[in-house]
């Protein structure tokens, strides 16, 4: 008797936990662009930032990078990626359909490349509250770090130079 119930709670334990996956989505936005035109490519000090975001991610396995269709975001992206052997999935912000999003990156680390008005937006929505404001158009070091589990939802927002 006490196998058989030691038995089911550990199943019962197992399928809590199974039901709670975590989710973790990083957020930043592109690195310093080369000038103000529709689709700049980074400038040297955007390249050496984005670098420098690989080296900050070097110990996190991204299950998938996200990234808008613009040379700055995709240029900024393209190192975790490449170390992560993973392709760079391109996103709308004005069409994305976020339940879908949140349901197809249940369980997964996630890192989203945008924009100084699209991450703070896309931030307040995973969090479901509106918590972030727009980034201001000289920062560019600012990581949204997003976890979910269950119904569980917390979130920061780490400041770099």
């Known amino acids: ?3 058989a119930l030691a038995t089911f709670a550990l199943f019962l334990t197992q399928l809590v936990f199974a039901q709670n996956k975590t989710t973790t989505y990083y957020l930043i936005r592109h690195a310093e662009k080369a000038d103000n035109s529709r689709n700049p490519d980074l400038s040297a000090a955007g390249t050496e930032r984005a670098v420098n975001w690989n080296r900050i991610f070097a110990a996190i396995p991204f299950d998938a990078i ?3 269709d613009y040379k700055r975001t995709l240029q900024t992206a393209t190192p ?8 760079i999935i391109l996103y709308n912000p004005q069409v994305l359909s976020f339940p879908d999003f949140k349901k197809s990156t249940s369980g997964k680390t996630v890192l989203i490349v945008g924009h100084s008005n ?21 920062v560019f070091g600012n990581l949204y770090i997003i976890t979910v589990n269950g119904d569980s939802v917390t979130h920061q927002l780490l400041k770099l130079p």
Request: hydrophobic residues 35%.
């Open 1 to 3: 008797m006490k196998i």
């Open 66 to 68: 996200y990234s808008t």
């Open 80 to 87: 975790t990626a490449e170390k992560n052997k993973a392709q």
């Open 118 to 138: 699209t991450i703070p937006a896309f931030a307040n929505q995973l969090i479901g509250k509106t918590i972030y404001n727009d980034i201001e158009d000289t």
